[in-house]
């Protein structure tokens, strides 16, 4: 896709009326962590601050990290996980599960913490009526990284996932390793095959497997489904997803085994067939109690290219052999894999497959819950934030300013809202209606205006109509009004 090199960035839609209104926060590149009003009023700048994600807690307390591992060693290994208060004074840290020597560096303790994490007293670190995370005391999980090497995988390094427990005084109570579940993923041996000869090796370190990259973790919590008997989804389980692989998995917390999963392949039941392969996802994760759509699980369906198997045009290989060229949002009944909403190129309006890549975003992103219903997507590759109703419409839209100087993107990897009251030192703002710009019309100052022109009628030429010929080329439908959508 062809991006236009100049578009409006900051708050861009917004109706009052319709949305969840609070702050959002979210890591804008090195800036740091980043709060913003519904009208895209910068709150509070938390400077340098790192966050994968930066997560609000009530009070105006904010987690993230204070720095990363030099990339030449590790990759996405963040130094500690931090807890600051409004005035950056650390309220919080935890940096005590590996202590890593790197040539060149100082030698020190590292969480080796990535991607994602939770606060004891919510299971998904989004706001959620009365199950607000706990500021001070209590466990956190958080997701890390562990180097190690198993020879059913392959015989190279791995750069394994691992998912702790610790306790406030920063005890590591509880460890679940990912490698020691290979075989419960139910890899075909193709992909096993794919796998020893091609982990996704990457540069840090000398080289190393990034073989699952699982890029998030939380609790499921109280629901349904356990309610009614179904001990695959006990509150205390935990459910992640991998992103190269293509696996949403739930761990059982009580044995470390895989009770429910989906991935790596998509076509061996019906109902995962009608669900369609899901690839290269984020932030897999079930609602919780307490928001509309609970019990069912929510995924950023990227698109891109994941998982391991048969060689084809797109992956000779058979590496990242998974391709699709637009991103969905799904909600998921567990229990039989149906669809229960979705937001894809056909609910934003695009035509597909003509322009479905205009709904994008092959790597990072997100999807939350709101209290009223509606859904706030993080569309990370191009730093655009969304807030959908139930029935699609947008009703808030944000394109972030702020392109990184190591890589020249303004993505924002996840976004959270959260209620005004957790920030209780400032006084809420005032909410602002932004009306969408007609860009058919909108020129920026100096562009010619759209105004009268002189209209040429050709002889024998009529009205613009959409031919067959380019129907079937784009593999649409004619209709009575021109090419159908």
Same mark, same amino acid.
């Given at each position: ?63 993230? @990290? ?289 322009? @479905? ?75 602002? @209606? ?52």
């Amino acid at each position: 896709m062809t991006y236009p090199s100049i578009y409006p960035t900051g708050t861009t839609i917004y109706n009052p009326e319709k949305c969840w209104n609070g702050y959002t926060i979210f890591q804008a590149k090195e800036l740091g962590a980043l709060l913003i009003d519904m009208n895209g009023g910068e709150v509070r700048l938390w400077e340098g601050f790192h966050g994968m994600p930066n997560r609000l807690l009530p009070g105006g307390h904010l987690m993230g @990290s204070s720095g990363e591992r030099n990339t030449a060693y590790g990759m996405q290994d963040y130094v500690d996980l931090v807890q600051v208060d409004g005035d950056g004074h650390v309220v919080w840290r935890f940096n005590q599960y590996e202590f890593i020597e790197d040539p060149g560096e100082d030698p020190q303790w590292m969480a080796r913490q990535h991607h994602d994490y939770q606060r004891e007293g919510n299971p998904v670190g989004y706001y959620v009526p009365d199950m607000d995370p706990l500021v001070e005391g209590g466990n956190t999980m958080i997701l890390s990284h562990k180097n190690l090497k198993n020879a059913d995988i392959c015989d190279k390094l791995l750069l394994d996932d691992v998912i702790i427990e610790v306790n406030w005084d920063g005890d590591v109570v509880w460890e679940w390793v990912c490698n020691e579940h290979f075989e419960e993923f139910g890899f075909s041996e193709e992909a096993r095959n794919i796998l020893f000869r091609n982990p996704n090796m990457r540069p840090a370190g000398g080289g190393m497997g990034d073989w699952m990259h699982i890029n998030s973790m939380s609790l499921l919590g109280p629901n349904r489904w356990y309610d009614t008997g179904d001990h695959r989804f006990h509150p205390d389980n935990i459910i992640w997803c991998a992103r190269e692989t293509n696996i949403t998995a739930i761990t059982e917390k009580a044995t470390g085994k895989i009770v429910w999963k989906i991935g790596p392949d998509y076509h061996g039941t019906q109902a995962l067939k009608a669900l369609g392969w899901i690839i290269g996802q984020h932030h897999a994760h079930m609602i919780p109690r307490g928001l509309p759509g609970e019990g069912n699980i929510l995924i950023f369906d990227n698109g891109g290219w994941a998982g391991y198997g048969a060689p084809n045009p797109g992956s000779p290989i058979g590496l990242k052999n998974a391709l699709r060229d637009y991103s969905r949002v799904l909600q998921v009944d567990p229990t039989t894999l149906k669809i229960v909403w979705q937001y894809t190129p056909q609910e934003a309006g695009l035509v597909h497959p003509v322009d @479905s890549n205009r709904f994008y975003s092959p790597f990072i992103s997100s999807a939350q819950r709101l209290p009223n219903g509606n859904t706030l997507i993080t569309e990370g590759s191009g730093g655009r934030i969304l807030e959908l109703t139930p029935a699609h419409e947008i009703v808030w839209e944000y394109i972030s300013p702020y392109w990184g100087q190591l890589f020249n993107v303004n993505m924002v990897y996840r976004a959270y809202r959260v209620p005004y009251a957790w920030v209780p030192d400032i006084e809420p703002p005032k909410e602002i @209606s932004i009306e969408p710009i007609d860009v058919k019309t909108f020129r920026v100052p100096g562009a010619s205006p759209i105004g009268p022109k002189k209209v040429i009628h050709v002889d024998g030429v009529l009205p613009y109509r959409a031919s067959a010929a380019l129907c079937v080329e784009a593999d649409l439908e004619e209709t009575d009004e021109g090419a159908g959508v």
